[in-house]
């Protein structure tokens, strides 16, 4: 499935529960911060995925569109899944979602070079064909977009835990 249509149909469900009451999504923010997690948890899967399973995205498709440039393509991949879950989980976290949407946004940034080296490569993706670069382009800043607004239901402090010693400031 499509990321940006799991994207939205989970901001739309999580949306739905808080108008009804569901406290925890009361805010569109809030709400996207979720969404996103969601999102990226599948997303994050197809790293995984041995080349063997035909029916997504899998490690094999996600080395294929790495820019020559990178070094240890196959480890990359494995990295940024990582990250991605990372990222979830620092989402959903609220003490957390601040610095996970921020740094999220980081990556999506990093990641845009491999999204146009797939697209002007002309690198097929899941067995088919290679998305457009007017496509791909849109998409990512959609998702840093989202990533950087989820940020709002957040504090803007760093966790304690955080912290340095004897910090005061946010």
Do not use: C
Not at 51 to 62: F, G, R
Not at 132 to 149: H, T
């Amino acid at each position: 499935m499509d990321p940006v249509i799991v994207l939205g149909v989970a901001l739309l469900v999580f949306r739905a529960l808080g108008a009804l009451g569901v406290s925890r999504f009361a805010t569109w923010p809030a709400s996207a911060a979720h969404a996103m997690a969601v999102m990226l948890v599948m997303t994050a899967s197809a790293h995984f995925v041995p080349e063997s399973v035909t029916v997504m995205p899998n490690h094999a498709d996600l080395v294929k569109i790495v820019p020559p440039f990178v070094p240890f393509p196959g480890f990359m991949v494995y990295a940024t899944g990582v990250l991605e879950l990372l990222g979830a989980a620092g989402l959903v976290v609220t003490t957390t979602r601040w610095a996970a949407g921020f740094s999220l946004a980081a990556m999506f940034v990093l990641l845009l070079p491999a999204n146009i080296y797939a697209a002007v490569a002309q690198v097929p993706f899941n067995g088919g064909e290679a998305s457009p670069l007017w496509l791909r382009v849109p998409e990512q800043v959609a998702y840093i977009a989202v990533a950087l607004w989820a940020t709002r239901s957040a504090s803007r402090a760093w966790p304690a835990s955080l912290r340095l010693a004897g910090s005061t400031s946010r």
